[in-house]
């Protein structure tokens, strides 16, 4: 489709389809209630291969590099930088927050199909891996707090459990 354009043309195209995509994706995404993103759906759920997390620390090495990617935060927005409480209620708000953001960054890799759709040529493949190196990291950032921040959370409860227990 794009290919009878020039180079330029190609260019400027490819980054509004990529714009446009990203942009869409970001204001569904932030204007959701947070009641959407349910960490029991079966988008969510850890996959027996992931073992909590640890599959993306030991094949991935994601405590190396995760904390020198930015971070967006919308106004008024919720920052997944470092803990901000350790109750229950915020820890759940947490990981429906992690879910937001998976979702978000998983729906961006489905602009690289309109890309390569659109393009035969190299122009596609080079946004399209732009694409892809640009969302998913994200992605398994989100992953990896949300199975370590789901541990937390658990831990919490058996001692909250087992006070009310031994009272």
């Not at 599959?55 to 919308?74: A, C, N, S, V």
Request: proline share 2%.
């Amino acid at each position: 489709m794009l290919q009878d354009l020039d180079y330029l043309s190609m260019l400027m195209i490819n980054f509004l389809i990529v714009g446009a995509w990203h942009g869409i994706t970001y204001l569904f995404s932030s204007r959701m209630p947070l009641s959407s993103f349910r960490p029991d759906a079966i988008f969510y759920r850890q996959r027996r291969w992931e073992k909590d997390g640890r599959w993306y620390r030991d094949h991935l090495h994601i405590t190396e590099w995760k904390d020198r990617m930015p971070q967006f935060i919308r106004k008024d927005g919720f920052s997944k930088r470092h803990l901000a409480g350790t109750s229950v209620k915020y820890l759940d708000q947490f990981i429906r927050e992690t879910c937001r953001g998976e979702w978000m960054h998983a729906w961006n890799l489905g602009c690289i199909f309109v890309i390569l759709a659109a393009n035969q040529s190299i122009v596609g493949v080079t946004f399209s891996v732009l694409v892809f190196f640009g969302n998913s990291p994200f992605a398994i950032i989100q992953r990896y707090n949300r199975f370590r921040l789901e541990l937390i959370r658990k831990r919490l409860c058996r001692v909250a459990t087992s006070a009310v227990v031994a009272t």
